[in-house]
């Protein structure tokens, strides 16, 4: 937990604007959660003077994670650990030797990046120098490797903290918008971290029941009461091509049963 979230009282009205930093904040390595979590309240403060749509500060407390997490991997691609050996220098990735001819600095920013890339990558990098053609295989797997390259984007992975999160207010009996508002994660967010716990949302029980309600309305109108399609689609407001569906199924349903 937090400083700043534990003593969000104190702020009195910008009390929410530490919840919205604790909230986008769970992905940050420990070590920089708390320094980045301050930042967002302060600049958020300054924000809230212009425009004080909550979204819009949820918007703004991501897209400062976001800066963050840019400068975390600009800098993890400039560094690389070395360490001494009895036949000179080497990196402590793929134990490459290292020579300290001219250029040395630029060498050994590309050793310290290559060395990080997948061996497919750094041959589809070379067919791209050497202007080969690629293959359709190729184009797709350098766009993968690219996107996972990239920064996390505000609506990148959910920590397990924050699924564990969204859990436990589904359990609670919230909705998946309730959920969406409380966590300010999106609402497609939202519903694949309770389809992969395996959990429905209060709202999607609510819509399955009504939907099962008027398949079963239209098998009565049409199998019992004998009206026709049209007919039903008009009371029942419900598209024809939906009514025929449901005809349909239950058309095999009775063959299926004789």
Known sequence: MSYLYEHREQLGENKRL??????????????????VEQKIVVDLIEVKKKVTTESYLWKTARHMVARYWEHYYREKEKSLHFRESNKGEVTEVDWQYLSASDGTDARLDAVAILSTLPPRLIEIGLKKLYGEPLTNADRLYRHKQRNKLKPNRPTGRICEDEKQKIVELNRK?????EITRATGRSA????????????NSPYQSQIEGVRQEKEEL????YFVERKSIIQIAIETHTWRKTVRQVVRAGKKELVATV
Do not use: C, W
Not at 218 to 221: K, Y
């Open 173 to 177: 009996g919230l909705n998946n918008e």
């Open 218 to 221: 239209v098998r009565q109108a």
């Open 18 to 35: 530490a919840e919205i930093a604790y909230s986008v904040t769970f992905s940050i390595p420990p070590d920089d959660r708390d320094d």
């Open 188 to 199: 497609l967010s939202v519903r694949n971290v309770l389809k992969e716990a395996g959990l």
